[in-house]
Nanobody, 129 residues
Framework: QVQLVESGGGSAQAGGSLRLSCAASGFTQNLPCMGWFRQAPGKEREAVAAMHTQRGSTYYVDSVKGRFTISRDNAKNTLYLQMNSLKPDDTAMYYC?????????WGRGWSSRFAYRYWGQGTQVTVSS
């Protein structure tokens, strides 16, 4: 079993920054792809970013490219999401997720929430204008 625990959410002004962390524990040896999703009230959960935990390849949704950076410290089993130039539209609950196959698995790619087996409890990010 795998446990994911997010931290680092909070409030920020537009243009500000926050860094989210996701600590993984348990059987983490077979988690080649980990990512961040977000869900705003009344909206579907959407992918934000993902990375291959061994190769280091990263993937981003267009709306955050150039502003957000996903990274991982393998020694600490921790995934990060550095969020800069925040916008009010970034306000959402942010979730860490992990799956047992590659980020580019056909039909189960990094942006599909249905492809992820493990989820954290979420951390709230609120950006005010």
């Amino acid at each position: 079993q795998v446990q994911l625990v997010e931290s680092g959410g909070g409030s920020a002004q537009a243009g500000g920054s926050l860094r989210l962390s996701c600590a993984a524990s348990g059987f983490t040896q077979n988690l080649p792809c980990m990512g961040w999703f977000r869900q705003a009230p009344g909206k579907e959960r959407e992918a934000v970013a993902a990375m291959h935990t061994q190769r280091g390849s990263t993937y981003y949704v267009d709306s955050v490219k150039g502003r957000f950076t996903i990274s991982r410290d393998n020694a600490k089993n921790t995934l990060y999401l550095q969020m800069n130039s925040l916008k009010p539209d970034d306000t959402a609950m942010y979730y860490c997720a992990a799956k047992n196959d590659d980020c580019l698995t056909w039909g189960r790619g990094w942006s599909s929430r249905f492809a992820y087996r493990y989820w954290g409890q979420g951390t709230q990010v609120t950006v005010s204008s």
